[in-house]
Nanobody, 129 residues
Framework: QAQLVESGGGLVQAGGSVKLSCAASGQISNTYAMAWFRQAPGKEREFVAVIVWNSETTYYADSVKGRFTISRDTAKSAAYLEMNRLNHEDTAVYYC??????????????????????WGRGTQVTVSS
């Protein structure tokens, strides 16, 4: 499993931007995809975005499509989430997660937490009005 550490959260004004980073260490070579999830107080953890490590294929939740961009840097073993045009509904703890390589023929459901075997501890993003 990879060890993941998020950084870059903080307080940002509505309409502003912030970029989160996720530093990975450990079993990086076994990574199939990395994703960002978020969890607001009193709500379940929800999918935000995912990037397939080798192909850079990306997929986003509808709520962030067009505003957020996920990327990765293989040389640095890091993933990023650039968030623009933030609003109050984006306030949450943001978690980085990694999914291991799949057995051929095994389906991957990127929006489901069960598909990921490593998680960071999260970084708080608070959007002020």
């Amino acid at each position: 499993q990879a060890q993941l550490v998020e950084s870059g959260g903080g307080l940002v004004q509505a309409g502003g931007s912030v970029k989160l980073s996720c530093a990975a260490s450990g079993q990086i070579s076994n990574t199939y995809a990395m994703a960002w999830f978020r969890q607001a107080p009193g709500k379940e953890r929800e999918f935000v975005a995912v990037i397939v490590w080798n192909s850079e294929t990306t997929y986003y939740a509808d709520s962030v499509k067009g505003r957020f961009t996920i990327s990765r840097d293989t040389a640095k073993s890091a993933a990023y989430l650039e968030m623009n045009r933030l609003n109050h509904e984006d306030t949450a703890v943001y978690y980085c997660a990694s999914a291991p390589l799949r057995t051929p023929g095994t389906a991957f459901f990127p929006t489901r937490t069960a598909g990921y075997d490593s998680w960071g501890r999260g970084t708080q993003v608070t959007v002020s009005s």
